[in-house]
């Protein structure tokens, strides 16, 4: 082949794989111009209050510290919620589940994963709330407990899918040696081919948290929305995301309310770059083996 | 966000309408250029959609478009000049008027019809009247428990919608006296969100506009509003709305630059006739006269 057709490929590709890249540097820059001037007026420690009040005739108040307690909670709780059921359901469907069986549930998991947000959320709301409400016999069934088991159902197929790779990809001298050996099946799986997948799991459950921080619509129908400093599951919180989601539509452009809400998304991103960051680690660190 | 997606459907719904209605016309026709955008309140949306419809009927060469985006987004229109009419849920504010006499424009405001809030709780409410300052104390936050005002000793779950809708801002001015939310109140993304929670949770309040709370009259109790301790309660309706006898009720406005003229005049004067009116009543709203 002649070089220069080598090199005009080469370069197509290296466009297409870096567009990614030049995506995410123009979104930083973008949200740093709209958010910047907000450091100087009304000033960078506004943002620390623990009150969010954006709209009001008195004073408004940008305080993110509840929102990110709100999410913080929501996401928790997902997490505590999607990593039993994720990591044992992969260790299920790789290690002791017939082919059938597998050829089952497989599809389930992905249809799951494939459910519109908005669709989990209107069953969350009528659905799920109620029966929360009923259980712990609250006021309303609209709390951050709701929010996270929502998130957790939409959570774990990602770490289902991941953590069995990951136990699927553990060499099978590992297995055939430890029963040699004389441990038991159950003893081979905990004792030798989980810790051996580990790195895999864990970066399956911070993708997974990944997806959970992220989310927006299902939180924004069924956590209630009230940006209060919280740390009770079964009380109304307002997430990061759902507070965007829902004031971003009508907010004056360039006003004080709308920069705030861009400094939302900053964190926001900070938070999921800084989750991926170690995703990523975890990851390479089990691919070296 | 749900809000945001219907009037989009909306927008484009329309905007085909428009686009049919062009292409059945003569080139001699389009050039007669009656063309009328309005923009503005999501309440009033469909409201305009309704009379645009019936008045395109009667006036063949007439082309309206009508787009959502909020009372605020309508007024800034207003003022940038992209649009004849401007739909609010609110009067315009006097930071607004200042700008548009800087732009050399004088905004006109024309009442067009009403539009009552409902304040609803669950049929099971002991609870059926209230004094607007006691609605405006729940809402605020000095009572808490419904024992307070006469009923049952449960605490209040607070209702409310998300700080960009026109209702939000209405309710606060005067219903709660400029004072800010509670931050206990859950924010709820849209009015059937309210009804349905309101429906669930037996200790809610929440604020609806009288249509949907006339739809939802099989679920949800309308409570009867006294103005002041001492004047009788009212229950909300289009003859309590009407007569000004029901307290929460705030007028639907159309502002043009100027006295309309041209189409824009014949528009006006349309919606105003009984023919207009009666489209108000038909759409859950409340006729001026």
Redo the contacts between chains.
């Keep these: 082949m002649n070089t220069w057709q080598d090199k005009a490929i080469h370069t197509i590709l290296v466009g297409a794989a870096s567009t990614s890249i030049l995506i995410v540097l123009l979104i930083f820059f973008f949200l740093g111009k709209e958010a910047f001037s907000f450091i100087w007026d009304p000033g960078f420690g506004h943002l620390f209050h623990t009150k969010w009040i954006p709209v009001s005739f008195k004073e408004e108040i940008f305080g993110i510290v509840p929102l990110i307690t709100g999410s913080l909670l929501v996401t928790g709780l997902a997490v505590v919620i999607m990593v039993p059921f994720g990591v044992l359901g992969a260790i299920y469907i790789a290690e002791m589940g017939t082919l059938s069986e597998r050829n089952f549930l497989k599809p389930f998991i992905e249809i799951l994963a494939g459910i519109p947000s908005v669709v989990i959320g209107f069953f969350g709301l009528v659905v799920l709330s109620p029966i929360i409400k009923e259980i712990f016999n609250l006021n309303t069934g609209l709390t951050g407990l709701t929010g996270a088991i929502l998130l957790a159902f939409m959570a774990i197929p990602t770490v289902i899918t991941v953590s069995e790779d990951a136990i699927q990809s553990v060499p099978r001298a590992y297995r055939e040696a430890s029963l040699a050996l004389g441990a038991s099946k159950l003893q081979t799986i905990f004792r030798v081919i989980v810790p051996a997948a580990l790195p895999g799991i864990i970066a399956a459950i911070m993708l997974g948290t990944g997806r959970v921080i992220g989310e927006t619509m299902a939180v924004l129908m069924v956590t209630g929305n009230a940006a209060k400093l919280t740390i009770n599951p079964f009380d109304s919180v307002r997430t990061m995301t759902a507070t965007i989601a829902a004031e971003m539509g009508e907010v004056a452009f360039g006003s004080h309310h709308y920069q705030a809400l861009f400094w939302v998304g900053i964190f926001l991103l900070i938070m999921t770059f800084g989750l991926n960051v170690v995703a990523q680690k975890f990851l390479k660190k089990y691919q070296m083996r | ?2 809000k ?1 997606m219907v009037t989009l459907g909306l927008t484009v719904l329309l905007a085909s309408l428009v686009m049919v209605t062009c292409s059945r016309k003569t080139e001699e026709q389009k050039t007669a250029a009656k063309y009328i955008t309005i923009k503005g309140s999501d309440t009033m949306v469909h409201l305009a959609s309704a009379w645009a419809e019936s008045f395109m009927k009667s006036h063949p060469d007439a082309d309206i478009s009508v787009t959502g ?2 009372s ?2 309508g007024i800034a229109a207003l003022l940038n000049g992209t649009t004849d009419i401007c739909i609010a849920s609110r009067s315009i504010k006097a930071k607004e008027i200042t700008l548009a006499k800087e732009k050399g424009l004088s905004p006109n405001e024309i009442v067009t019809s009403r539009d009552g809030i409902a304040v609803v709780v669950n049929p099971g409410n002991p609870i059926s009247e209230l004094t607007i300052e006691q609605i405006g104390k729940i809402y605020t936050g000095v009572y808490t428990n419904w024992k307070d005002l006469g009923g049952a000793d ?2 209040i ?1 607070i209702l409310s919608r ?4 026109g209702t ?2 209405f309710f ?2 005067h219903v709660m006296k ?4 509670s ?7 849209s009015t059937s ?1 309210i009804i ?2 309101v429906t ?5 309040i929440g604020y609806v506009g009288l249509g949907y709370g006339v739809q939802a009259a099989d679920k949800v109790k309308m409570l009867n509003v006294k103005n002041d301790a001492d004047s009788p309660a009212v229950a909300p309706s289009v003859a309590s709305v009407q007569d000004a006898s029901y307290g929460i009720a705030r007028p639907l406005h159309f502002y043009t630059n100027g006295t309309p003229a041209g189409t824009t005049k014949d528009f006006v004067d349309f919606v105003l006739s009984d023919a207009g009116q009666a489209i108000v009543l038909e759409a859950g709203y409340v006729p001026i006269n």
């Design positions: 966000m749900l945001k985006g909020g605020g987004t449960h605490e779950v998300e700080s960009s809708s939000y801002v606060q001015e400029k004072k800010d939310y931050p206990n109140a859950m924010l709820m993304p969100a349905q929670s669930q949770d037996m200790w809610a």
